[in-house]
């Protein structure tokens, strides 16, 4: 099930600039003087510091298009998952505990086996590094020094994680310098003859994995990027799994679900008794053989892991580390067991096994991407990446009308507008925080709140300072995506004129003199279509519905089951009738066909007058059709009835100012109110 997920439509938002980064870098080299998509770099150059994925991944798309993307994607997360789990099973020696620590390995790493990401080269060249030096008891040859090193620098120029391979090396130099000096102090100590030779050997890894490594475009700063980016504190703003884990509290966040949370705190739990146990024996017996049982290298190596985890949850895939480290023990600890005993810890493995992958659809909340999916057109297997997820139709909306200037837009979208749509089309933000100032963030989370709770003064300035010529929001309903509208309030704005609309999003063009072009790339877009434009209202929705039923339903502006609802706005039956009604209304106000929405709200409401939000809507809409003495009224008594609904407040403000405006000096041009 899991992989069938993987494998669905792409959906990994940072893909898209990875792509087309990829291809600037084909094309042009690695030295690019000014960003090729976003316009608030300012002027600063790119970043290449995962260029040898991006261009990877950019000739693979060539090669086999979006769709074989999606079965690479399913082989390399398939091909990991057996990977980890041949390294479970040649430390456990048993099939059953290994694929207890597999499951519980997924429940800990599957937001980023999710993403097809430059995280998927890390945890391949991090499973080749670990069998390459540590996969043995005896410290590695000469030749395996050498492809670690090698391997060091191909992950150096495919993801600047790559430092997690000389962090492990320290923590195992660590761990065996510790057990050097307590091997001082234990009788039989030349059994730990080889720690020694494990010391040498890791050494030189560090030391000349830290040379070879700077063999990348940016030398030696590319060993301090995730610390550059962590610093500016930028990343802490993503509500993923860039938050640190709190093994005491509870998630809040969805890459890291409380099923996960539950798994990562048991793996401490066991790691801790275990580590404990192995300690005090070694207290106690002071004995060569103790000193070794107590794996002071894997020991380093899982502690390491957890500092990592505790510090930010994209690190959880690392606790493969003290996996193998609960693993190696239990095998130690069995060989003094009796058959019986061995048969019962097999199946305890195997109930426990059995529990975590039926908890697995639930715990990580697969339903919600398999509903995601279902709102694709084209299904499953027809669509190459999730269309309504990007509001592909904006997207087209932008291309085909070749409109050019400035976007402003949400996270999620930048990469793949940015891929689609650039340079004529410059975007805003995208997943790349070394790429821009701190400023931009700061200002992207300002602008966001202003949209959506109705700020237009401060919405106007901000839009103002970057000179944006296109807002393009989205409008998704809540219990779709968190975050709601961001567009309620931009049409709101006299200087903004809304160019397109979808169930899915809108865009709106700032009416100003340097967009003459643009507004008339969109007339003659809509000319060429037989639809309706002006520039106050943009495009007649309402009209468009009635007489270009296919074209509406090819760019999102009525759901598929328009018609079925259509027909139950007379239902005889009163509840399916007035459901109906209310979806009518919301679907027409959200799209900004006002005249039909007014129409479908009256009717509503002289069934149902008590209902708040068609009142909202019918004052918004009024207020859209230039009628503010008729807003103003819906508004007051939806004020009286329910004090705070929604953006009442916002609406009737607006309506009273524009049916008695406000003593002030002369209002200029194109000014917002």
Request: net charge positive; proline share 6%; with cysteine.
């Amino acid at each position: 099930m899991f992989l069938v997920l993987v494998g669905r439509p792409l959906a990994t938002d940072d893909l898209w600039w990875h792509l087309e980064l990829g291809g600037v870098y084909a094309s042009q080299g690695l030295e690019v003087p000014q960003d090729p998509m976003l316009h608030t770099t300012r002027e600063h150059p790119t970043v290449p510091h995962e260029w040898l994925f991006q261009v990877a991944l950019h000739n693979l798309q060539r090669g086999v298009g979006f769709q074989g993307l999606r079965v690479i994607h399913v082989a390399v997360v398939a091909g990991l998952l057996l990977w980890a789990f041949a390294l479970f099973r040649g430390a456990a020696g048993s099939t059953a505990p290994a694929a207890l620590a597999t499951l519980a390995w997924l429940a800990l790493s599957w937001y980023r086996l999710f993403q097809l990401r430059p995280e998927l080269a890390t945890l391949t060249a991090l499973f080749a590094f670990y069998a390459l030096l540590f996969g043995s008891d005896r410290p590695p040859s000469w030749g395996r020094v050498v492809l670690a090193l090698g391997l060091l620098v191909v992950w150096a120029n495919a993801h600047s994680l790559f430092a997690i391979g000389p962090a492990l090396v320290l923590a195992a130099l660590a761990g065996m310098t510790l057990q050097q000096l307590a091997a001082r102090r234990v009788s039989g100590a030349a059994e730990l003859g080889d720690g020694g030779l494990w010391l040498r050997r890791l050494a030189v890894v560090l030391v000349l994995g830290l040379l070879v490594t700077a063999a990348n475009p940016r030398g030696f700063e590319q060993h301090l990027t995730f610390l550059q980016e962590s610093s500016s504190g930028d990343i802490w703003h993503l509500q993923d799994d860039f938050l640190p884990w709190n093994p005491f509290l509870p998630p809040q966040r969805r890459a890291l679900t409380l099923y996960s949370w539950i798994v990562a705190d048991a793996l401490l739990l066991g790691f801790l008794a275990t580590a404990g146990v192995g300690l005090r024996r070694l207290w106690r017996e002071r004995s060569a053989v103790a000193l070794r049982d107590l794996d002071a290298l894997h020991l380093a190596l899982g502690g390491a892991a957890f500092v990592a985890m505790l510090v930010a949850a994209r690190f959880h895939w690392l606790g493969f580390l003290p996996l193998l480290y609960l693993l190696r023990a239990s095998r130690r600890a069995s060989r003094a067991w009796t058959d019986a005993r061995r048969r019962t810890l097999g199946r305890s493995c195997a109930a426990a096994s059995a529990g975590l992958a039926l908890a697995f659809p639930v715990g990580i909340h697969l339903d919600a991407y398999v509903r995601e999916v279902g709102f694709e057109r084209n299904g499953y297997l027809g669509s190459p990446y999730l269309d309504a997820r990007y509001c592909g139709a904006g997207m087209r909306f932008l291309r085909d009308a070749r409109l050019r200037g400035r976007l402003f837009h949400p996270f999620n979208l930048g990469g793949f507008l940015g891929y689609w749509l650039a340079p004529g089309l410059r975007t805003f933000i995208d997943g790349r925080m070394d790429h821009y100032p701190s400023e931009v963030l700061k200002d992207y989370l300002a602008i966001r709140s202003a949209a959506q709770v109705g700020a237009l003064r401060e919405l106007s300035v901000l839009l103002d300072k970057w000179k944006v010529d296109l807002f393009f929001g989205t409008t998704f309903p809540r219990d779709r995506y968190p975050g709601g509208s961001w567009t309620d309030q931009l049409r709101r704005l006299h200087s903004w004129v809304p160019v397109f609309a979808s169930q899915d999003c809108a865009i709106y063009l700032r009416r100003d003199p340097r967009n003459e072009r643009n507004l008339e790339r969109a007339r003659r877009y809509y000319r060429e279509r037989k639809l309706r434009f002006d520039e106050v209202h943009g495009v007649d929705v309402g009209a468009a519905i009635r007489r270009r039923p296919g074209w509406v339903e090819e760019q999102g502006l009525v759901p598929p089951h328009f018609e079925e609802l259509w027909a139950a706005r007379k239902s005889v039956d009163p509840a399916i009738r007035v459901a109906a009604l209310d979806e009518l209304g919301q679907l027409f106000w959200r799209v900004g066909a006002f005249r039909e929405a007014i129409a479908i709200d009256q009717v509503l409401l002289a069934q149902r007058p008590e209902l708040p939000e068609p009142q909202r809507r019918m004052a918004d809409a009024l207020l859209q059709l230039g009628r503010p003495a008729e807003a103003l009224a819906v508004a007051d008594a939806l004020r009286r009835s329910h004090p705070g609904y929604g953006d009442v407040d916002v609406i009737y403000q607006l309506a009273a100012s524009r049916v008695e405006p406000l003593p002030g000096p002369p209002k200029q041009s194109g000014a917002d109110p």
